[in-house]
C-alpha cells in the first residue's frame, strides 16, 4: 500500500491543504485537485446513506470510490474537515492501517489547529505541518516514490 | 562528582513527565485580560474584542476535544455534548440544568461557573444597588465565555449567538440562540 497523495478540506469544501508524493507536472496537479474534488461527492453521498438508525456514525468513511490510479479514501470529523488519502491500487489493503494513518493525521491537524497564530479557513502553511505529515506518510511510502512530492 | 547520575542510554525510552499548569495562571490571565481589554478600549468594543478572542480559543477547543468522539448528528447532540464533555473539560464539571423552547433557544446552568468563583457575591437580601453593581462586573468577566461557547457551537455546524446572565453570583446561565 502505497500513500500518493493526502488532501484536507475545510467545513465550507475549500481546500486546507493537498500534497502530492510524486514529483509532477501542471498535468497531475490539476488531475489531483479534481479527483479530490470528486470525492467530496462521495463524502456527502455516504454521510447522507449512513444517517440511518443503527448505522455506525464513525469518521473513517471507508473506500469512496476507485479511479484508474487510485483507490480514493475519506474520513470526515467532527468539525466537518474532511481528510481524503489517495492510495496507489498495489496490492492488498487493511482497513485498520488506513484508520491508523487518518487518526494520526487528524492529531497532527488538531495540533496545527492549535496554534494560536492559525487562522481557520486560510490553508494551512506550516513547515512543521509538512515535515511531520512526511513521517506519518513515510511509513507506507510508494515503491520509487521521493518524499518530495509537491503541495498546493 | 558521585552525585551526578549517569545518563540514560540510547536504547532506554525515557518517558517524560505530563507537563501542567497551575490553574490559577488561568484565572489570574482571565481577570488581567479583562482588565487589559477595558482598558485599551471603552465598554462595548471592548466586550467584542474579549469575545472574539473566546471565539477563536473555542473553535481550537472543539477541534481538540471532539477529536476522537463518534459522530455528532443533530443540533441537540451538539449541545449536549457542549453540556457534558466540553463543560467538564474546561470547567471541570458538567452544565447543571439544560432547558429548551424545543423552537431554537437553549439556556444552560451552572450553579458555580468557575471562572466566576473568585468575584466575591454580595450578600443575599442587601441593597439592590450593590447587587446590580456586582452583576455589571460579573458580566465583564463572562464575555470571553460566552466567546468560547459561541466559536465551539459554530465550528460544531451550530450557528448561534450565546448572552450569559450571571442571577446569583457564582450560578449563572447561558442563552444560546440558534440563528437560522
Known sequence: MGIACVAFIGPQNNPLYLRSMDPATDDQYMKLHYVVHCALDAVEEKVMLKRGPGDSQDAYLGLLYPTEDYRVYGFLTNTHVKIILLLDDEGPIKDEAVVRVFRRLHGLYVDTTSNPFHKFGLPIASTRFDTQLEQIVAVYPRPGASLGGFMT | ?180
Not at chain 2, 482588565?35 to 477563536?56: I, N, T, Y
Not at chain 2, 476535544?65 to 443540533?75: A, F, I, Q, S, V
Request: charged fraction near 25%.
Open chain 2, 1 to 180: 562528582m558521585a552525585g551526578l547520575q549517569p545518563a540514560p542510554s540510547p536504547g532506554v525510552a525515557v518517558k517524560k513527565p505530563v507537563r501542567r499548569c497551575a490553574e490559577v495562571c488561568l484565572e489570574l490571565l482571565c481577570v488581567e485580560s479583562v482588565r487589559l481589554f477595558h482598558d485599551k478600549q471603552s465598554g462595548p468594543a471592548a466586550a467584542a474584542a474579549l469575545e472574539a478572542v473566546g471565539f477563536r480559543v473555542g473553535q481550537q477547543l472543539a477541534e481538540r476535544y471532539t477529536r476522537d468522539k463518534p459522530r455528532l448528528g443533530d443540533t441537540l447532540e451538539i449541545i449536549k455534548f457542549v453540556c457534558k464533555d466540553f463543560w467538564q473539560a474546561l470547567f471541570k464539571k458538567q452544565v447543571d440544568n439544560l432547558k429548551t423552547n424545543h423552537r431554537g433557544v437553549y439556556v444552560l446552568q451552572d450553579n458555580g461557573f468557575r471562572w466566576l468563583q473568585r468575584l466575591s457575591a454580595p450578600a443575599p437580601g442587601s441593597d439592590p444597588a450593590r447587587e446590580e453593581a456586582a452583576r455589571q462586573v460579573a458580566l465583564s468577566y463572562l464575555h470571553l465565555p460566552c466567546g468560547v461557547v459561541r466559536g465551539a457551537l459554530c465550528h460544531l455546524g451550530v450557528s448561534c449567538t450565546v448572552e450569559a446572565d450571571p442571577k446569583q453570583l457564582p450560578s449563572c446561565t447561558f442563552t444560546v440562540r440558534i440563528l437560522a
